[in-house]
Each structure stands twice: as C-alpha cells, then as structure tokens.
C-alpha cells in the first residue's frame, strides 16, 4: 500500500473500517507498537507521549473487537498474559527523593564527620552517633501506606516525579499490604529494590531457555523486572526489598534513626540485618571493614556502606546541600579493576570544544559489567603527567596497544589507571595528540590563564560556531533532561534532525512544526517516525513554550553553569530579562553589576566570568533573541515561604552563641531568605552579636534593620 493510503488509514476511526482495511491497519499497528516498544525499553529513548501511546494500543484492540478472526497471533494484546496497562502513570513525589553523596576513603568519612561538627558548632568529645548499613545496590522506590494499608508504589525516576508501579510491588513478598500496629496514619517507606545473586542466577537461566535477551546484572534485573506492564510478569520474578528510610509522613514516632529502623521491623518492613548503631566515627569505620569482609557471602549485591547521624533532631538541623543530605553520605567499596588491550584512542569534541581522549578497549567485564570505553582525560594524562606537571604513574606515557588496568567505580565513567610496559608492543609509538579539532580541523589549542600562570589541561577546539561536533553538543545539552527535556527529541533524535539540517541552533526545535507545513520531504515518512509520533513531538515541543527559568538558563550551554548554578542565578534574578541585563552590565568594569553577580551565594568569580563571556558574544545574543520569539522563561518560583524572612536579604556578623554561622545561614536560605557577606542598601536585615564592628557601623549609617542573635531566633520561630 502506497504511504499516502497508509497515512490515510491511520486517521479513520476504527469502527469504520473495512475488513481489508482493518487487516492492513492491524499489521500496521504491530509494527509501529512494536518500535515504540523497542525504543522505549531497550533504548531508553520513547518518541511519543505515553497518552499516544496508549491511544495506538486501544485502537488496536477495538480493531480487533470488530474483526476477532483477524488477531494476529504477534499481536500486542496476546503480549505476556494478562492487558497489559499501557505505560506507567507518572507520581510526584511528596518529599523529593534525594541522593547521597560519596565517600571514597575513611579520609572524606572523617570530613564528612568535620563539616557536621563545625555545622553544629559540637566541642571535642561530644560524639555523633551514627547508624551504619550497606549501601544496597538495586533501585529505590517509595512505597505509601494509608492507615497502614499499602496504596501506592513509585520508582524514584527523577526524584522529584516518579512511576507508578503499585501493582508490581505488591507482587513482592517483601512489602507488606498491612503494616503493624502504631504505624503513622501516613507513611512513605522508601527502600530499595534488589535481586539476590542466586534468583538473577536463576532468571537468567531460565531467560536463555525461553530465547530472551539475559540481564547484564541483578540491578539491570531487578530495574527491568519492576518496570513491566504486566504485574503478572513482575510477579514471576524474585524482587526483594529492603527499607532504609522514609519521606512523607503525618508523624515520627521516634528519636533517633534506629529506633524508627525498629519500628518498620515491628510494623512488618524488612530492614537489612548490619545495621548497627555505631558511637562514633571509628566504630563506624570498623564496621564498614566487617561489611566488606561480609560482601561477597551477603548473597545480594552492595556498593558500600551509608552512615546516618542517629539523632533525628541533628538531621533536621543539618538539613541539606542541593539534593543530597548534610547527615548521611555512602562510603563506596574500592572501584573494581580489570587488565584490558588498548586498541586505539578516539578524540571526542565536546560542547565547549575540549578535546577529550577515549579509550578503545577491548571488551572487558568488570565487576559484571562489560567495559568497551574508557576516559584518559587528557593530553597530560596519556604523557604521563599530573595535574600540577607532576609525574603520575612514574612517569609512563599510554600508548596504543598498551595493556593496561582499567577501574570502574558505580556509574562513573571507567578510567585507565595504568599501563604493563612489560607487555607493550615493540613498536608501540607515543601517542600524538592532535592540535587540530578532529571535526572542523580548526586549531585546538591549550588556553593559558596569565592570572594563575598555568596551562589548561585541556585542548579546546577554537572553531566556535563552525565546529560542528560543538554545535551538535549543544543541541543535545539543550534538549537534556536537566533542560529542555522534550518528550521524543533525545539525543539521538536531534542528532539525525542536525545531518538533515533541520535542527542547527536551538531555536530551529520551535520553528519546526511550522516549517513542516511547506516542507516535501515530511517528518513522518522518516525512519522511525508516523504521523501519531509526529503530532507527539510537535505537541511536546509547545509544551515547552512555557519553561522554568533555570532550566532555561541551563539549557543554554554558559560554560561553569550546571544545574546548580542556573538556579542560583533564576533565584536571584528572578527573570530572564533582568539576568541578562546583569549579566550584560557586569561585563567591562568591576562595578555594581559585577559585584551582584559575584556576591551571590556559591557562584564565584571563575562562573561569573563565564557568564559575562557568554553575553559579550554577539552570536549568543542573536540566538537567544530568537529563542525568546519562539519561547517564555516563567518568572523563577522564590521559595515558597511564609516566613517573615522569605525574600529578605540577611547578613550575619559577630558571635552567634546559638548556632554556628553555618547553621544560621542555611536555616536563613530554608526559609528563603538570602544570606551575604557585605551590608549593602540593598540589605534588610542584620544579624549582630557580641563583637560585631563595621558590618554593624555600615548597616547603622545606611539605616538598616538590626537585631541580636535571640531577636533573630524569635522572628525564624
Ligand atoms: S539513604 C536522602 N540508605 O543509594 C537519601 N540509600 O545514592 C537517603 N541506597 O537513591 C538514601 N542503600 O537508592 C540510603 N541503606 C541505604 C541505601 C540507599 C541503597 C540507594 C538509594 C539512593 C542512593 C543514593
């Protein structure tokens, strides 16, 4: 059948087809339920709405409703068992599902420990105890509980919006439908999900008997087997679950973490048997040493060990940095090594042009997970040399050919650690690092920084908007989930729209729909897409007319501007128009401008610099005005706060007898005020204790508000 016939046919409504027509329609309708399966699963990169999705699968089964004798024996009903519930209904969580952060050697635990002591002002001798437990590794999901009844079950996705996959937790065995007695009336158990070795063992056996694609390794395992369909497949697989923590709840009937530990065990929830209450950081240590002695007889994998401060009053007070917890970090297992050959190096260009060197590897299993790639991160690196021009690896250059020990630790990138020169082929030559951008050939060059003396260890490519390969990295940085996040444009999709020449700046995503109405050559007859997915996309992209200012802001590429700093930046401009215009302003003299954009908290002069480069270039400036024709950054959310503080900007001097500056300063921030350094007009308030001098002299000439450290206590309540 002719593609225009084809088109035509999907727009018929179902009830009216013919039965020759309903019998090409079904054939079609397997096919394309069939990619979008594929795309979704296995390359994590859908390119339609999941609603779209749903729609296709209807359509097929009212076809099928009229014509029973034409279901195909391939058909997407017939797929494992019981209907399938189309995707997964999406669940914001109540209270964010955060990360932790890492710890490599005891050196950063007893750092972590420090902070905490100097946050909470603690004198020598006064412990913090902590509880210790392995750092499972599977996926966490959160599990609501009403009246101690099981109601809802999420992945934890983004963490702050997750899956719905209530019916496929409640086939585990290891959540209970009820909890026990004195349960709050709310409660969000948050746990994780794993596989023990010896069910992966097993599923995967059983995987191969059945011609299906086997699991890399039991989280791979325990990942793919909650995120099915059909509960009743989830049911078939082994999934385990371990609760270590919670998130919403109507009461904390505890004082410390291990009592709440031990009323979800009277309550019904599984908790891991090492926990253990540890006085102090050495006992903490030692217990890690235990765990890692343990590991490989556990039965279930783990990646480290998670230390929490006991007392819930204290992780109330330390509160948290981004979105990690300023009481509990992981303390990771040693990254697992591996001997490989290098079989070549490959220059990568990235969106800020620095040439990266990648190693080509033969494939190699390392801790489970087959390794093809590794970074050498730069020049110096592959010469041997260290970041401050010492020598690393005594001096041993990496070549091709090389064997060499490679490391990978969690989801970091592997790196090669060393090379066996004993091994090394005789004529083995030193890598030559090109000095010319491998994509646009324009010079690649090592910028030297004359305020600091040194030379950067990384070779950028100078071609700027000729480069290609920067271009094209840009666009995927703008669509990313942290960005633009647009439903169907992934990476790979905006990289086949970049060789088409249909997308080259960012702006281009917006105007495409309207250029699809004159275009010949149509979106829908390319590979892999249909008219539904095509009316997806263009669905998708309006949606994003509309975005948050600091995804906006990050989405635009400012070299040091991760998605930390763009919401420093949205929260203190507020707008977009009112960031450019300071960033516009604090470029040529250190004046009023400048100094805002520095004295903003945690962006310092290096990110400040970025920005002000990035609004001097003319072809920066020209995009973004198109991009403002096509999009609307919203006023940036202030902390929603009822405060009386919220939206002030507050300065601490002198002692503080109640809390250390740390403390008053992120408690200050919780409540949405804005801590400085420097007394200025724009200043509201001013904090002073005992010994306060010319912040206080300065606040005293320029009239504004003071108050002593209780005046400040009562008013934060
Ligand atoms: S506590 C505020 N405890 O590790 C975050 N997490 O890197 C509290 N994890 O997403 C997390 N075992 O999935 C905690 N015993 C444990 C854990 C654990 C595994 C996972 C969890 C989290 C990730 C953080």
Known sequence: MAKADAAALADKPAETLTLEEAREELARLVAEIGAHDKRYYEEDAPTISDAAYDALRQRNAAIEARYPELKRADSPSEKIGAKPSGRFAKVRHAVPMLSLDNAFEEAD??????RIRRFLGLKEGEEVALLAEPKIDGLSASLRYENGVFRRGATRGDGTEGEDVTANLRTLGDVPEKLGKGAPEVIEIRGEVYMSHADFEALNARMEKEGERLFANPRNGAAGSLRQLDPAVTARRP???????????????????????????DWGLPTNPFMKLCADVEEALAHYRDIEAERARLGYDIDGVVYKVNELALQERLGFVSRSPRWAI?????????????QGIDIQVGRTGALTPVARLAPVTVGGVVVKHATLHNEDYIKGIGRDGEKIRDGKDIREGDTVLIQRAGDVIPQVLDVDLSRRPKDAEPYVFPDKCPVCGSDAVREHDPKSGRTDAVRRCTGGLVCEAQAM????????????????????????????????????????????????????????WGETSVKNLFAAIDERRQIALARFIYGLGIRHVGETNARRLARHYGTFAAFMEGARAAGGEAGPAWQELNDIDGIGPVVAEAVVQFFAEAHNIEEIEKLLREVTPQEAERVQSTSPVAGKTVVFTGALEKMTRDEAKAMAERLGAKVSGSVSARTDLLVAGPGAGSKLKKAAELGVEVIDEDAWLKLVG
Do not use: C, N
């Not at 635990?109 to 420090?114: Q, S």
């Not at 040693?334 to 001997?339: I, V």
């Open 109 to 114: 635990v007893h750092d972590f420990l420090a």
């Open 239 to 265: 999934l385990r679950f371990f609760a270590y923590g919670w998130g919403e709840t109507s009461e904390v009937p505890a004082k410390t973490q291990w009592e709440m530990m031990q009323a979800f065990r």
């Open 473 to 528: 990295e840009r666009l995927k940085h703008f669509v990313s989930r942290a960005a633009f996040d647009i439903e169907g444009l992934g990476a790979k999709q905006v990289e086949a729209f970049w060789r088409d020449g249909l997308i080259k700046h960012p702006s281009d995503i917006f105007t495409l729909a309207e250029r699809e109405r004159t275009s010949l050559k149509k979106l829908k007859d390319r590979e892999g």
């Open 330 to 342: 992981a303390h990771k297992f040693p990254a697992e090594k591996a001997t490989t050959v290098l």
